[in-house]
């Protein structure tokens, strides 16, 4: 109980998702509640399902500038229920001693784990640069992004590495209960400040968006996109992906060669994993 009170005493956000259920009302009925949560917790892991209530997603739409006219000037922002970031914080923190016990992780990610961060991912990749540039070599960097990561993970292939990679298969049936039948629907204001709200419709892939597992699945999902780089170094926070090479300027179309090579097999890994940069 001591962890499940620590996580829900950490969570900053006061959002509210579907049930209006904040992390405030919670912090002020722990003393009643918190043993309540924790069985409900436990049950959850202990039975591998994870409870269908807490799959949907509030979907507001927010305003990226003061002119909004059309729907790319909205960023959606998906909000879930309080009670599906606590057992996703406990979850999280025990597959993220796995991955890192294990090795698993590729030390040149740097997004979403102890210990690093965009200064590590900053300082990796301008090192190597100024270490070549010491030597009188140039150097070309692509910076990649892939678009809507989280949408585009299939549950299939995520399970998949999960037992590759020796996860246990009580773990992948909860996980496989966690990605699936999740549900969305989309809260506006009309001109009157009533609240509208659309129907629910199912999400048919990917991970969920506003998610704490979210960004480690990723990361697990795309630990073998650096297998398939031959020639330039490599770097990884999360869905950025730092790709560079360092060449001596009278090799400079070689250099160029070899990069679209490896980004030509990044393409088609994208493609294989259904993802898209």
């Known amino acids: 109980m001591d962890e499940v009170s620590k996580i829900i005493r950490a969570i900053t956000t006061n959002a509210a998702g579907w049930d209006t259920v904040t992390a405030e009302m919670l912090r002020m009925t722990l003393p009643v509640t918190l043993p309540i949560i924790t069985r409900i917790i436990n049950v959850s892991i202990n039975d591998k399902i994870f409870p269908g209530d807490w799959k949907v997603a509030k979907i507001k739409p927010l305003p990226k500038s003061s002119s909004v006219k059309q729907l790319n000037d909205l960023r959606a922002i998906s909000i879930l229920p309080v009670m599906s970031k606590i057992i996703e914080r406990v979850v999280c923190t025990q597959l993220t001693k796995f991955l890192e016990n294990s090795t698993i992780l590729p030390a040149i990610q740097s997004g979403f784990r102890a210990q690093h ?3 590590t991912a900053l300082a990796e990749v301008t090192d190597n640069i100024i ?8 150097s070309i960097l692509v910076l990649l992004d892939f678009s809507r990561a989280f949408d585009c993970i299939s549950a299939e292939l995520l399970l998949a ?6 996860i246990s298969h009580a773990a992948r049936d909860w996980f496989s209960s966690f990605l699936r039948n999740r549900t969305q629907f989309v809260v506006t204001e009309d001109g009157k400040g009533e609240l509208k709200k659309s129907q629910q419709k199912i999400i048919p892939r990917g991970c ?3 998610s704490i597992l979210s960004p480690l699945l990723f990361i697990l999902y795309t630990t073998h996109l650096i297998k398939n780089i031959k020639h330039c170094k490599i770097h990884l926070y999360a869905d950025d992906t730092q790709v560079y090479y360092s060449f001596k300027h009278q090799k400079t179309l070689e250099a160029v060669q070899l990069i679209n090579e490896d980004l030509g097999k990044i393409y088609e890994w994208t493609k294989k994993k259904r993802t898209s940069p």
Do not use: E, F, I, N
Not at 131 to 138: E, P
């Open 117 to 119: 961060g965009t200064a």
């Open 131 to 138: 270490a070549s540039a010491d030597v009188g070599d140039g």
């Open 161 to 166: 590495k999960m037992s590759y990679y020796g």
């Open 208 to 210: 969920p968006q506003g």
